[in-house]
Structure formats: C-alpha cells, structure tokens
C-alpha cells in the first residue's frame, strides 16, 4: 500500500493476540469482542484497551463459526470437532456442550451457527445437515439433510426463514416445517449467501468465478460472471441497494435499485494486492470495509465507493468485524495477531 | 505472500491393494515430515489423531468459461480449511478410495486459485495389487487411470505373484505409462522418499525411468553392420518367445562413418513392407526386402541367404536378437557386428492407453505452442489425462513449462537454460495417442524466426 494514496491512514492498535490462525471475529457489545482461532480457543479482548477479559479452549481443532443469543448472556461457537459450545460472555464458563457428529466415520464440522432472535432458534449447519436448535442446544425438528456439504446459511431479515447453499443449488426452510420452503438448481457450487434486506434477493457468491442472484418471489436466476477468482465474501448495505462483493482482490459493488443490476455496469475497485478475506458495512451502512490476506485494510463510502481511510494490519487479515458503535474495526490475523483500528468520527 | 507451497501428495489404489497398509506405514515411520491426512476411505478402524481429516467424495462440475471440469468440492474445503493451520504439518496426503478418478482431484489443484496459491500437487502414488490387478486392467477404468495419472506406482503384494506376472505387468504399465516409477514391494513397504517429496509431474523421471523415452520409434528394436566376406552365409537361431520375426537386410554403403544411421530411413520404410514368408530351410536371395522368419516350432532354425557381392550389410530384427540367439556364420566362422544399436520399438497398440514422449532441438513460438496446446486439449482433452512440456522459446532465456490435466492448461515460466542445452521436450499420457499427429503438430509450432 503506497503512502501516496489520497485517503488518511487508520490508527491501528495490535492488541494481545489469539493464540492461533484467526478463523471469526465478533462484536458483543460496546465493551467487548470475542475471536475464534485455529487452536480452538475463543479470547474475549476489550474494546477499550485491548486487554483479555477471558480466554478459553473450546473446541479441538479450530473455531469455525461464532455466534450471540441476542438479550442473553451466552455466546455459541462451533468447531472442527463437530462441536457446539454454549460459553458464558462474562466469565466465559463452559456452560453447555453438543456433538452434532453422528457417523463416527467422518470429520464433519459445525461451519455455521446463525441466531435468529424473531424465532428463538439457531440455525446450525455440520456437514450436510441443517439443525435448528434451542439456546439450551436441543433440536426443534429433526436435521434438514442436503445432497451435498451446506457451504454458507443465511436467516432473512425477519429471522423467519433460512436459505442454505451447496453444490447444485439452494434451498429455503423454515424452523416450523422443515421441508424446504422453496429450492433453485444450478450446477454451480456456492460457497456464500446473503439475504437482502428487503427479504428480495438472495445473493450466493460461486466457485466458478461469479455470482448468483435468486429472486425470491420471481423465483428466477441472475448470473453475474467475469469475476477474477472464487466469490467467498459478500455483503449488503443496511438499505439493500449496494451488494458489495469481491473476487480476489477486487471489490464489485452491485447496484440494485431501480431496475435492478442488470444491464449496469458495477462499481470495480482493485486497489487490494492480497485476496479479499472480509467484507462488512458498518452498522449505519455508510461505510464498508475490507480486509485482505496481505494485511491491508481499507474502508469505503458507501454510494460513491471510493476509499476514504486505509490501514495495514501486522500480518495477512483472516477476519474482521466493526464495532457496535461504528467508531473501531476489529482485525484477526493468520498468525494469530488481533489489531483494533480507530475509525475519527 | 511467496510463502513455501505445501506439497500434497495422492494416494490412490483400488480396494485391497494395500493402500491403508501404506498409509499406516507412513504416518508411523519415522521419517521427520509432519502429515496431514484426508481420507476418502474409511474402514471399522480409522486412524485417530487430530490431523486425520475424513470426508466423502464431492464432485462439483465447473464451467470455466468454454472449458467444463470436474473437481472435488470436498478437498476444496478440507484443503481450505487446513491451508489455515499449515504451521501444524509440513506435507498433505490425501487418501482416495477405490474407485476414484484422479482426474477431479488433479483438476482440483489447477481450478481453485487458492490451492493453486498454497498447495502444490508433489505426486500421485498408485499402489496395485501384484496378482489381481489383472482381474481389473481391462476392465476397470478407474484402475487404468489411476495407472495412468501416477507419478510413483507401487506393485504390491509381489510375494503373492509369479516372477513372470510381475515382469509381465511391470511391462504393460510401463506401456500405459512411461512417466511413472515402478516399484515392487511387499506389504506395502517403501522408503518414503520414494513416494514423498516427488517435486511433481516430471519429465526429468519419464527418462530415469526410460533413458530412450524421448527418442522416435522404430519398427525395429535392433539392428548391427556386418562385414560379409563371402557370397554365401547364413543366419540361425534357436527356439525364442514368438514363433517366428520380422528382419530386413541393406547393403550398406562402406564410406559412411556411420553405416547404421546412414540407411535408417530406408530400413523404416522397408521394413514396414509386405514381408514375404521363409521357413526355416529356406533360401533368402540379396537384400532390401522385409522377411518374415517362420521358426522350426521343435528346435533350431536356419536361413540361407545368396548375396550378389561379398561387402558390409545391415540387418535389422523386429526383436533384439539375443531373444533367439541368432548369430550370422559365414564360412563356419560366427560374424561379428562392426556395430549395432538397440532401437526404441514402436508401441504394440495393444492397450488404449499410453504415454508418448517427444523431443525437439529447435526453438519453439511461445503464442504457435500455447495456441496449439490449448485446441489440442480443447478437442482431445477428454483422451488427454495428462501433459507436461518444457519449452524452449525463441528470443526467451527462460524456460517455458506448459502443464495440462483433461481440457485445463498452465503456463509457468522457469529459470534461464543456463548452462543446459536448449530443446523443447512434452509427455503425454492419454487414451488413443497418436504420437505421430502430436509430433507433427508441435513441429508447427517451430520458430522461424
């Protein structure tokens, strides 16, 4: 990252790290954040100064997915052993514990864990099966079970309903009947979602260089190509006008209004020379960050898109996440490094 | 970011070859590498420790733009996911079942910019089973291409076959082949650094394996000078493998400095004519015709064979002559070659599948060779299960390496020639190769400048 960039460098802060690889970042509340590494560890640091407020081994293997029960005190994380971890956010006491493995056979892993608060129920996905659960981790229905290994799952905004992607297509359930709600087939391996806003679209990010987006109403395909690598981050703003996405190190930002997309060319910022690893609005879905496996971090205003603040982390960046009040980022690393970046007001 | 690729070795083999006898050789021996291990195949007994990693096939179709491929969706993830803890292990092994096609798991490392980034794919070791392979060779594809991607094959279970068995199938793979190293084991029991740490698909093994795999073919696999004093001699032999061999005699010129080379052109296209039938008895008048030699079924043989004028003559054998002791007696006295050679014979095409290599002197046109790479594969690729070319580039120092699996190709540039000759050399390995098609379509790509 050249010095000659016309946009003010970020104050960045490297706290006391994880112990391992950084594999989920999360924000908590205006005091703490917690991050998952590849140890298997989750550390609970302080927003303010950076400190450990606990730290702890949950999972062997690493931490795959991390998760809040909105109103509650707990957090859930999920592993490479298979595991669900329930863990008190104060003392960061294991309080529960569940192996979602059934075939003793294989390794599969609790990838993604989503809390819906509308529903009371977390959707967790371990292998090829969709579990729906209670904040006590006891199933609602039995598993949902796809063709094929659940690469991302995405509650709507509403929190009422799920859409889960594999190779081969997509699928809506509900936690009330667990058939699916609806399904779209394409012989395209997703490997990202995420729900508009609006409840509209839903947005998949594709192995083979492109994007897909399903008309949830309309019940139709949208095939973005051209992309320079695998999609594996998107993201929308809160208002559900900008998809923002990337391939490699190349941020594509998609507009959705009016219209929609089609035909209109997207925003194309290249500016990364690592491989884009997070993508995320901040909370009043002004500004959008990204972060790349080179260390760079760079923060972007969302309508014109043009960067506005960057910064450089102490390693390649694995995760990040934004404050609740929009004023920090926080940055994992692959070497296990944590860095907190002051966003001036 | 030019952080060291992780070096992923395949392990592939059909059900009872004795690939989870391997593997538990190497994740127990003691040879100082760190291994993570995906297992596609799973007994009663799995292997427990924390860097064995199971999971079943996923087989994802890609569309990369006019091109389709297959590759496994389930390394793409577990590779992922273990690109992230690469300070716990220094080599990935992935052991695949049965009935795997190593061509998705080889498109794997092509396809996704990720694994293509931090992984490199060191080399696909196929175990098979010494005795009852054959029960599979013709009719399992699986097992043919798992021979055919191989970089390493081990013929296991040697204790449970025949010498003869073993030298025959030893023979067939080879033809299927060339590239691969062949060793004979027992109990799957191998030095790792056989199979470990291979450095990829190679040209460099195609000739420790064969020396003469780059040489053109011959209808011939011997052929000597003689000095024939008289204008009668005769040529015997004794009971050999086939019953009977296809010879052709030149006179030779006896200036030229080298008699051989000089009537090779006309001893490959003679000997591909019509040979006329002799048995054994039979009288054989003057030279330049291709003979069939029919051999006494009990016992020796002998030919006799009237020349015009007594000089130097070259004869050239189907087979090398020692097979069935022939020698060439003139007066009594057994005749000496002045000089002999053993040719690299042409491919019996007796197995759909086999390996083709070629070499060039010239400089190549890098855009004429990616451009008639790219159609070939495009066009073939479904036959092409693998390729692998070094170039030289006309007006380049450095070396040009093309690497293809099926319709997916990669360029790379490598060092300068340095203090190496320059020469483009290829391999193919594939089903109905037609080396002369492929020769005549690089010689296209010869630079003219």
Redesign the interface.
């Known amino acids: 990252m050249s010095d000659a960039l016309p946009f003010k460098k970020l104050c960045c802060e490297i706290v006391s790290p994880a112990t391992d690889f950084v594999s989920a970042i999360l924000s908590v509340s205006e005091d703490l954040f917690l991050v998952g590494d590849q140890s298997g560890t989750i550390s609970a640091i302080s927003c303010g100064n950076g400190r450990i407020a606990w730290q702890r081994k949950a999972h062997a293997g690493g931490v795959r997915a991390l998760e809040l029960v909105k109103g509650s005190k707990i957090c859930i994380s999920g592993g490479d052993d298979g595991c669900i971890v329930v863990t008190d956010l104060s003392s960061g006491e294991e309080l529960r514990r569940e192996s979602l493995r059934t075939d003793p056979r294989l390794s599969d892993w609790v990838s993604h864990l989503r809390w819906s608060t509308t529903e009371n129920t977390l959707a967790a996905a371990c292998g090829k099966r969709l579990f729906f659960l209670t904040e006590e981790l006891r199933p609602i229905a039995e598993p949902c079970v796809h063709a094929t290994t659940i690469q991302d799952l995405a509650w709507d905004q509403e929190g009422r309903r799920v859409a889960t992607v594999c190779y081969g297509g997509g699928t809506i359930w509900s936690p009330a009947d667990h058939t699916p709600l609806s399904t779209w087939h394409d012989k395209v391996a997703m490997l990202a979602v995420s729900w508009s806003p609006n409840g509209k679209y839903i947005a998949c990010g594709c192995q083979d260089s492109s994007i897909l987006v399903w008309d949830v109403k309309q019940k139709q395909n949208l095939r973005m190509w051209g992309y320079p690598g695998k999609v594996t981050t998107l993201a929308w703003d809160r208002a559900g006008r900008y998809l923002a996405t990337s391939g490699q190190g190349d941020l594509i930002v998609w507009d959705f209004s009016g219209e929609g997309p089609s035909g209109k060319e997207p925003i194309h910022r290249g500016i990364h020379q690592g491989v884009i690893s997070a993508i995320a609005f901040n909370p009043k879905g002004t500004m959008l960050c990204t972060t790349a496996d080179d260390g760079s971090v760079l923060v972007w205003r969302t309508g014109s898109f043009e960067p506005c603040l960057y910064g450089v982390a102490g390693a390649g960046i694995s995760a990040a996440a934004w404050s609740r009040d929009g004023r920090r980022i926080f940055v994992g690393q692959q070497d296990g490094g944590v860095c907190i970046f002051a966003i001036d007001a | ?1 030019a952080e060291k690729k992780i070096p992923v070795t395949v392990l592939t083999g059909f059900l009872g070859s004795g690939k989870t006898t391997l593997l538990n050789h190497i994740l127990t021996a003691n040879h100082g590498r760190r291994i993570a291990v995906i297992e596609n195949e ?1 007994g009663e007994v ?1 292997i427990d420790q ?1 860097l ?5 096939e ?1 087989i ?5 733009g006019c091109i389709c491929c297959t590759v496994r ?2 390394l ?2 577990i590779l992922g ?1 273990l690109i ?2 690469r ?1 716990a292990f220094d080599h990935i092994l992935i052991e695949t079942t049965g009935m795997a096609d190593p061509g998705p798991v080889a498109q794997t490392f092509f396809v ?3 694994m293509q ?1 931090h992984l490199s794919l060191d080399g696909i070791v196929t175990i098979v089973d010494a005795k009852h392979v054959w029960e599979h060779l013709d009719s399992s594809e699986e097992v043919r291409e798992q021979i055919a991607f191989a970089d390493c094959i081990l013929i296991n279970k040697i204790d449970l076959a025949t010498p003869s068995q073993i030298e025959e199938l030893q023979s067939r793979i080879k033809k299927m082949n060339g590239v691969a190293k062949q060793y004979l084991t027992q109990d799957s029991v191998i030095d790792m650094d056989c199979i470990l740490g291979l450095g990829g698909f190679n040209i460099q093994r195609a000739l420790e394996v064969d020396p003469k795999f780059l040489e053109p073919e011959y209808p011939f696999e011997w052929g000597g000078v003689f000095e024939i004093a008289t204008q009668r001699f005769s040529i015997e032999c004794q009971e050999g493998p086939d019953p009977s061999m296809r010879i052709l005699l030149l006179p030779c010129p006896t200036e030229a400095a080298s008699e051989l080379e000089g009537v090779l052109r006309d001893a490959v296209i003679h000997f591909s004519d019509d040979a006329r039938e002799v048995p054994s008895g039979g009288e054989i008048r003057g030279g330049g015709e291709a003979l069939e030699l029919v051999f006494n079924p009990n016992g020796a043989s002998s030919y006799d064979v009237l020349l015009s004028t007594p000089m130097r003559y070259a004869l050239f054998t189907e087979h090398q002559p020692n097979e069935f002791d022939l020698v060439i007696r003139s007066d009594g006295q057994v005749c000496h070659p002045l000089q002999e050679r053993l040719f690299k014979p042409d491919h019996e095409h007796d197995d759909e599948i086999s390996s083709v290599g070629l070499e060039f002197e010239q400089d190549m046109d890098a855009e004429k060779v990616q451009l008639w790479l790219s159609e070939l594969l495009r066009i073939k690729g479904n036959d092409i299960f693998r390729m692998k070319g070094v170039f030289a580039i006309a007006g380049e120092d450095r070396r040009l390496a093309l690497q293809g699996v099926h319709m997916l190709l990669k360029a790379e540039r490598l060092d300068s020639w340095g203090a190496r000759s320059r020469r483009s050399t290829l391999v193919f390995i594939g089903r109905n190769l037609d080396r002369e098609a492929l020769k005549a379509g690089i010689e296209e790509c010869i630079s003219r400048e």
């Open positions: 970011m799973f799995g924390e064995v990693v199971r999971a079943e996923e994802f179709e890609m569309n990369n969706g389930d793409i993830r996911n992230k803890r300070e996704d910019e990720e980034r």
